[in-house]
C-alpha cells in the first residue's frame, strides 16, 4: 500500500512539473527550431513569420534590418543567391519567463552558391528575444555577429 501512495503522489507531482517542461521548450528556443527549418527550406515567408512585424534584426556584416518589409529584404538578398545547405546550433542556453525569452549561442549557416563554387560555412554568435504574440512565439530583437576567425596555424 506505502508504495501505490508514493507512486500516486509521484505521478502526481510529475504531472504538475510538466507544463513547466513544456514552457521550456517554447520561446526563443521554439523560434530558433522554426527559423532552423526555414532556413533549411529557404522558405523566406516562413522566415519573416519567425519575426513581430516590427522587430529588428542584424546579420553578419549587414545593416540593421527594422521591420517585416527590412527583414523580407535581408533574406531575400541572402537566399536569391545561396542555398541553404546546413544549419548546426551549438552552446545554446535559453531562458523564458512568462511571454519573455531568450536565447543565446553559436550557429553555422553553411551557404552554397548558387552561381556554383565551394559551400561557405558562416560562423556566428547570436542572441534573440522572443515574446509571445498572439498566442505564438516571435523574435522582436535578433543579433547575430561575426563568429571568431579560426585559431592560425602553429608556426614550425
Known amino acids: 500500500m506505502r508504495t501505490n501512495g508514493f507512486r ?11 507544463p513547466l517542461h513544456a514552457q521550456a521548450e517554447e520561446g526563443a528556443k521554439a523560434v ?7 532556413m533549411k527550406a529557404g522558405d523566406l515567408d516562413a522566415l519573416v513569420a519567425c519575426y513581430a512585424p516590427d522587430a529588428v534584426m542584424w546579420l553578419p556584416g549587414a545593416p ?12 531575400a538578398a541572402l537566399l536569391s543567391g545561396n542555398t ?19 536565447g543565446w549561442g553559436d550557429v553555422v549557416v ?15 554568435r ?6 509571445k504574440l498572439g498566442g505564438r512565439w516571435v523574435y ?14 602553429p608556426t614550425p
Open 110 to 124: 553553411t551557404l552554397a552558391p548558387k552561381a556554383g563554387g565551394a559551400p561557405t560555412p558562416l560562423l556566428a
Open 8 to 18: 500516486t503522489g509521484f505521478l502526481v507531482f510529475a504531472m504538475a512539473l510538466a
Open 32 to 38: 530558433d527550431a522554426a527559423w532552423e527549418k526555414a
Open 64 to 75: 540593421e534590418a527594422r521591420g517585416a518589409k527590412a527583414i523580407r529584404d535581408a533574406y
Open 84 to 102: 541553404v545547405t546546413s544549419t548546426v546550433f551549438s552552446n545554446t542556453v535559453y531562458e523564458t519567463r512568462g511571454d519573455w525569452s531568450v
Open 140 to 153: 522582436v530583437s535578433d543579433h547575430a555577429s561575426s563568429g571568431p576567425a579560426p585559431p592560425a596555424a
Open 126 to 131: 547570436f542572441t534573440v528575444v522572443a515574446k
